[in-house]
């Protein structure tokens, strides 16, 4: 059961995603999760490094979407002015808002990955549909919601079964 949370990759943060590499195996789209993923919860709009990065990714070729099951007011404060097409209270991990947002992209499961700091939402969400996965490391867990701090802890219970399994490194700490 626990498995089905393992993410296909895992990496700091969005910045240490090769995007080469997603280009090689035949990716052109990111769907993304916005709070603690790309920014942190209590911050309305991308940093300018953020910014800079998300116009490499449209440089290099990919379409992205925002996946989020927070508000539209967030979600859109954060999108708008990037010019981010958004799905807003995607209840992820159900797997609509992932169709959705293949749909806006335009692109099969097997052309896009999904990028998430949560197990329970956006890799179990991203696995359901059969698209690549990436785990970022939250960027301030201090700054989560109710349901983000109970969801982290039902994360630690599956890590400590997937490391009993040998299926998760035992340094890896999230």
Do not use: C, Y
């Not at 097409?85 to 692109?107: C, D, E, S, V, Y």
């Amino acid at each position: 059961m626990f498995q089905r949370l393992l993410p296909d990759q895992i990496v700091s943060t969005v910045f240490d995603i090769d995007l080469q590499a997603l280009k090689a195996r035949g990716v052109s789209g990111i769907i993304t999760d916005l709070d603690n993923t790309l920014v942190s919860a209590k911050t309305a709009n991308a940093t300018p490094e953020l910014a800079a990065w998300l116009e490499l990714v449209k440089r290099e070729g990919f379409r992205v979407v925002v996946l989020s099951n927070n508000n539209e007011t967030r979600v859109s404060v954060f999108s708008k002015p990037l010019g981010i097409p958004f799905i807003p209270a995607a209840r992820k991990p159900l797997r609509a808002a992932f169709r959705r947002a293949l749909t806006l992209l335009g692109l099969s499961a097997s052309q896009a990955v999904v990028v998430g700091d949560q197990m329970l939402t956006d890799i179990l969400g991203g696995r359901r549909m059969g698209l690549h996965t990436i785990l970022v490391t939250p960027i301030a867990t201090g700054e989560e919601g109710v349901g983000t701090r109970i969801n982290r802890k039902i994360e630690k219970i599956a890590l400590s079964r997937l490391r009993k399994r040998g299926l998760w490194p035992e340094k890896e700490e999230r």
